[in-house]
């Protein structure tokens, strides 16, 4: 199905084009490019017209440039544009312009990528939906989602991010939602806002695009809260909280099994209990916010919380998977794979789904905690104040990874402390004698750390 024709893209951009092509996709790297893909020549760590050769030759069915780079045929399906990366954004507006979609952005300190899959799981069944790629969530994960969907979507799904104040509004004005959720307010890029209020603040301002009469779906359990409220509350928007202490969307209680997590809430004063085939008490309250979430985009909350038993977390975010070391004997580990991102709330509720993980026989339950990044000048003490997390004490052996971990290590009791390495790579190497048969293993840090090298190597340690 043509996504672009020539014209349509020439007309949203402003740009021209030395011949009529169409564009299925559109793509800004050509290891995933597909045939028919606009390929759009961004400048990153490498400038992208130096691609556009080999993209047009891979089947790419046009490409966005600034001109004609050298080995292109003058003759060329190309999408001429004063800049790449404006032109990509005009490209985005003219999609949402044109679509009849009711749209939700989601942001959020921790949880807006498996929020965001959990509202795909729901929302796929009640309409064509269309929703961000990974985390494609900065400058230009969000006009790329823009520019990919397709007309006749009934649902659009886009997360946005921030590394910075001043990055949610002018993404969440060129998103223009229907609804704007935050999934929770946490330390994550202190560094940069010196205190969690700021972080709030810039959050909030997810509703800074919102649509006239639109819905903001916020948490009721936070700090703060009342930040989120009041600039909900400026910007005209209807608002829906959900947690603990809400009253439209109530959590009430959480249980944690070995491999799921049952929830009865209060859904608008209606008794409900729903099942995620993962456990997590934040899985839990994330996923009362998509059912709010359902509701304001005019979906159907009950079948909603059907399917949501039907989402899992991937790679990174909390996968749970088994290595199998023996199988004549049946002998096996199981890992949760966080290693994607941490700061300290994602970390505390990575351990209570520890905590609650049932071992096999003789086994354990083992941590590999490597930095959390980004936490401004009290990094160190908000590294060593979780060996007070009452789920970290419920660990069997937590090893750490990094200089910021070792002051978590320094502070662990005797009975748990592990080993300490100050590299992924220096832990890996002793890594196969530090696990076994039946253990339960978790391994969470931020991306920077590099500990997903660990679960590579756990992965490794099983039979071909």
């Not at 930040?227 to 947690?243: E, N, P």
Request: charged share 20%; with cysteine; hydrophobic share 45%.
């Amino acid at each position: 199905m043509t996504l672009w024709t020539s014209a349509e893209a020439v007309a949203a951009t402003g740009g021209t084009s030395p011949c009529d092509w169409n564009a299925n996709g559109v793509s800004i790297d050509t290891r995933t490019l597909q045939p028919g893909d606009l390929f759009v020549a961004l400048k990153a760590a490498r400038d992208g017209h130096e691609f556009v050769a080999a993209a047009l030759a891979a089947g790419a069915g046009a490409a966005m440039v600034t001109h004609r780079p050298e080995g292109v045929a003058e003759d060329a399906p190309l999408l001429i544009v004063d800049d790449v990366l404006a032109g990509l954004e005009a490209l985005g507006q003219a999609a949402r312009a044109r679509t009849k979609a009711r749209i939700v952005a989601v942001t959020g300190s921790v949880g807006k990528t498996s929020t965001k899959e959990m509202l795909r799981t729901v929302l796929t069944p009640q309409g064509k939906t269309h929703a961000s790629v990974a985390s494609y969530n900065n400058h230009w994960g969000v006009p790329l989602t823009l520019a990919r969907m397709p007309a006749d979507t009934d649902f659009g799904i886009f997360e946005i991010g921030m590394n910075h104040p001043g990055e949610i509004a002018p993404l969440s004005k060129q998103v223009r939602p229907h609804v704007g959720l935050v999934t929770t307010v946490a330390a994550a890029h202190l560094e940069a806002f010196g205190h969690i209020d700021g972080i709030a603040a810039e959050k909030a301002e997810i509703v800074a695009g919102l649509e006239p009469g639109g819905v903001a779906v916020l948490p009721a359990d936070l700090d703060t809260s009342h930040i989120l409220v009041d600039r909900a509350r400026q910007a005209g928007a209807i608002m829906i909280g959900f947690g603990t202490k809400a009253e439209a969307y109530k959590l009430g209680m959480v249980q944690i099994a070995d491999d799921a997590t049952i929830v009865r809430a209060t859904l608008r004063s209606q008794p409900a209990m729903f099942k995620l085939s993962t456990p997590g008490r934040h899985y839990a309250l994330n996923a009362l916010g998509v059912l709010a979430v359902v509701e304001a985009l005019g979906g159907d909350p009950g079948r909603a919380s059907v399917d949501l038993a039907r989402w899992q977390p991937y790679a990174g975010r909390g996968l749970r998977e088994t290595v199998v070391l023996d199988a004549a004997n049946g002998r096996a580990l199981d890992i949760f794979d966080d290693a994607y991102n941490a700061n300290p709330t994602s970390l505390a509720a990575a351990l209570e789904v520890l905590a609650a993980a049932k071992p096999g026989e003789r086994g354990r339950r083992i941590a590999f905690l490597g930095d959390m990044l980004e936490l401004g000048p009290d990094e160190m003490a908000v590294h060593a104040a979780m060996a007070e997390n009452e789920h970290l004490l419920h660990m069997d052996v937590v090893h750490t990874v990094g200089p910021r971990m070792a002051h978590l290590h320094d502070a662990m009791p005797t009975t748990i402390k592990g080993e300490h390495a100050e590299t992924a790579d220096a832990m890996v190497a002793q890594l196969s004698g530090l696990v076994g048969p039946g253990d339960v293993v978790l391994v969470k840090g931020s991306n920077g750390s590099r500990v997903s090298q660990l679960v590579d190597a756990l992965r490794n340690l099983g039979q071909r």
